[in-house]
């Protein structure tokens, strides 16, 4: 394997050092460093050996209610006050430290989360752009003016929601931090960032950035902690936050809904997904197997976008079986911060547990268990949570492997018969996150795209995303839309204001 043991940059608060376990005691609150008062201390699994790697702060209810206080004085104060071009500037700043800090960011982010480093490298190393693209709007979100009756007219004004809950999950948790973060600062909230509690270190690193582009104190805040029953919940809870932006599975947005219910906050999920990836026979087979294989083992399976049922038309079946089967075997399943590897561990115990029982269940619904399907053993990944890249060909849209979100390297091979017996198994889902197809047909493209009940269809591509792009789901994957327009203007309020030029006002009771 690669490096073992990283050498941490010792920061003002997180206080990582050189060895095997690094040591973040600090919780990043109104622009200090400090130690939890009714949290404690958690530590980090490094999915790759099993083993703590990391000890971090974690915070309690009494740690939000001091870090959603900072945040509000902060809207209130210095952020609030200052004019949209410096809090652009600021964000500018912090996007030029986080580009120079890609690599650091990127092992870290492979360290806590277990995915594989070359993943981690080409993931972080876009978000750069997305704080810069949003810090060019934070200057830019203008009211209209509406014109009424000759002597009235009204403008609105657009005003940012003020204190944000954002809550991350452990897949992706620099990506989904860089989608909240970029439009809440843009918009000119002020934020409480929690992440998940299979991989703090991160946000905490994200906090020392902060610090370092010289945002005033309270801007973005990160508390570490357990969500249900700790932190997330009491930031779901908290009747000072007005917007919770949440990154999770389905029956956690439930709860967080719960939670708030009484606070009428605002809301943006970005929940699962069980997307269609269809394979038509007039496609270019050979880009679609590329793209179909991709998507099925990135980031391990653990992916909201994955494209984990694979619709084949049935002519090029055979194909896609053979191939898939083949290239399974080429994955190479390693230590994820090994330059070589491809595919690294599942993030935790859990998820590896959950993943070999979806296995089962594929088994016992009667799919065919082409390719993996097993805890990977040997030597020199023992302790770690592996799994080998695993696929069922004959399965039906009924199992559970097609139905369910698995959240592992586990792909489902449907056959069809036509387009329109594709589209309805696209849609046959409770999800609605993402969807590709893949024909040479320019009609049957556009016709199949705009029948998919999914907030992204990739058409000839997969997982293609930008900054500019809204992305989120349809039905239980999720309200809202992270990344492009969409997102900012989620972060912000509108005011009507309607100004009258008459000079009278007519006495309604005079006659
Ligand atoms: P999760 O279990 O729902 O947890 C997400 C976050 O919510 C974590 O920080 C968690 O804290 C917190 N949380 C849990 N219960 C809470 C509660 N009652 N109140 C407030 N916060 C609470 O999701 P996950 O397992 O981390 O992530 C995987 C899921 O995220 C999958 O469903 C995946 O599809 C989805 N996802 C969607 C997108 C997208 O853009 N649509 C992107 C990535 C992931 P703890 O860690 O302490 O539980």
Known sequence: MGAT?????????????????????????????????????????????????????????GDIDRAVAAARAAFDGEWGRMPPHERAALMRRFADLYRQNVERLAQLETRDSGRALRESRADVGMHHNYYHWFASLADKHHGRTIPMDDSVHAFTSRLPLGVVGAICPWNVPLMSACWKLGPALAAGCTVVLKPAEQTPVTALELGALIEE????????????????????????????????????????????????????????????????HILFADADVEQALNAATNSAWTLCG???????????????????????????????????????????????????????????????????????GKRIERESLAGGYFVEPTVFANATNDMRIAREEIFGPVAALIPFDDEAEAIALANDTA??????LWTQNVGRAHRVSAKIQAGIVWVNTYRYLRWTTPYGGFKASGWGRENGLEALDSYLDTRTTVVSTAGTFPDAYAS
């Open 213 to 276: 582009a010289g945002f005033p104190a309270g801007v973005v805040n990160v508390v570490p902690g357990y969500g249900a029953g700790g932190a997330g919940e009491a930031l779901a809870a908290h009747s000072d936050v007005n917007k919770i932006s949440f990154t999770g599975e389905a029956d956690t947005a439930r709860a967080i809904l719960k939670t708030g219910a009484d606070s009428l906050k605002r809301y943006t999920f970005e929940l699962g997904g069980k997307s269609p």
């Open 431 to 436: 999800y609605g996150l993402t969807a590709g």
């Open 5 to 61: 043991t990283l050498t941490f940059a010792t920061r003002s608060g997180s206080q990582a050092h050189d060895g095997p376990v690094a040591d973040y005691p600090a919780l990043y609150i109104g622009g200090q460093w400090v130690a939890p008062t009714d949290g404690g201390t958690m530590e980090s699994i490094d999915p790759a050996t099993g083993r703590v790697w990391a000890r971090v702060a974690f915070g309690g209810k």
């Open 302 to 372: 653990q992916s909201c976008a994955l494209g984990s049922r694979v619709l084949v038309e049935r002519p090029i079946y055979d194909r896609v079986v053979e191939t898939f089967a083949s290239r399974a075997a080429k994955v190479r399943v390693g230590m994820p911060l090994d330059e070589a590897t491809h595919m690294g561990p599942q993030s935790s115990a859990d998820q590896l547990e959950k993943t070999l029982r979806y296995v089962g269940f594929g088994r016992d619904d009667g799919a065919e268990l082409l390719a993996g």
